[in-house]
T-cell receptor, first 115, second 113 residues
Framework: AQKVTQAQTEISVVEKEDVTLDCVYETRDTTYYLFWYKQPPSGELVFLIRRNSFDEQNEISGRYSWNFQKSTSSFNFTITASQVVDSAVYFCALSEANSGYALNFGKGTSLLVTP | DGGITQSPKYLFRKEGQNVTLSCEQNLNHDAMYWYRQDPGQGLRLIYYSQIVNDFQKGDIAEGYSVSREKKESFPLTVTSAQKNPTAFYLC????????????FGSGTRLTVV
């Protein structure tokens, strides 16, 4: 069963628009970690953020912000004033102790930002 | 600088041949992981190892084998039993029992013809 669902397969926006990437997860563990990664066309994974299950504070880093809500099992990612360089595939991932902290990835959302 | 080295970046093999992908880390991490990426599928876990001489199957282990004889090395063999081996393979490592310091290699793109 898919533990991490990224319902948006592809999103296309015009530069300077705000965009939110959705992530819904499923776990029975009380301690778990959530991640967001960016994968540009070159293929390497770029770490964006890690959150543990006990820290529901939203976080902002420049144009990026994350909204973690345990009540809805969601960990959404918003890019404000998008730029062409934001074009990439974005992955949400879940890490649980019972799988050796391996990352369980969603299928990714491909974001295209056009000028 | 510490990191993970995956070699080669591109690999071509004929159908029916086994092929071994290299993953080496100098981060002194106990845990290592192999993931496979197909278009539209995200990354899926093949195998992981938390200590030397021990490893566990992930979600898609069939047709693959691994070994963990040294802490710094976790090679992945794609056997002829793997029905669709063409994919992008990523190796990762982390301190044992932790997610802080989770590090990915740059990947190997395997094409089987």
């Amino acid at each position: 069963a898919q533990k991490v669902t990224q319902a948006q397969t592809e999103i296309s926006v015009v530069e300077k628009e705000d965009v939110t990437l959705d992530c819904v997860y499923e776990t029975r563990d009380t301690t778990y970690y959530l991640f967001w990664y960016k994968q540009p066309p070159s293929g390497e994974l770029v770490f964006l953020i890690r959150r543990n299950s006990f820290d529901e504070q939203n976080e902002i880093s420049g144009r990026y912000s994350w909204n973690f809500q345990k009540s809805t099992s969601s960990f959404n990612f918003t890019i404000t004033a998008s730029q062409v360089v934001d074009s990439a595939v974005y992955f949400c991932a879940l890490s649980e102790a019972n799988s050796g902290y391996a990352l369980n990835f969603g299928k990714g959302t491909s974001l295209l930002v056009t000028p | 600088d510490g990191g993970i080295t995956q070699s080669p970046k591109y690999l071509f093999r004929k159908e029916g041949q086994n092929v071994t992908l290299s993953c080496e880390q100098n981060l002194n991490h106990d845990a290592m992981y192999w993931y496979r990426q197909d278009p539209g599928q995200g990354l899926r876990l093949i195998y992981y190892s938390q200590i030397v001489n021990d490893f566990q199957k992930g979600d898609i282990a069939e047709g693959y084998s691994v070994s963990r004889e040294k802490k710094e090395s976790f090679p992945l063999t794609v056997t002829s039993a793997q029905k669709n081996p063409t994919a992008f393979y990523l190796c990762a490592s982390s301190p044992r029992g932790e997610v802080y310091g989770y590090t990915f290699g740059s990947g190997t793109r395997l094409t089987v013809v």
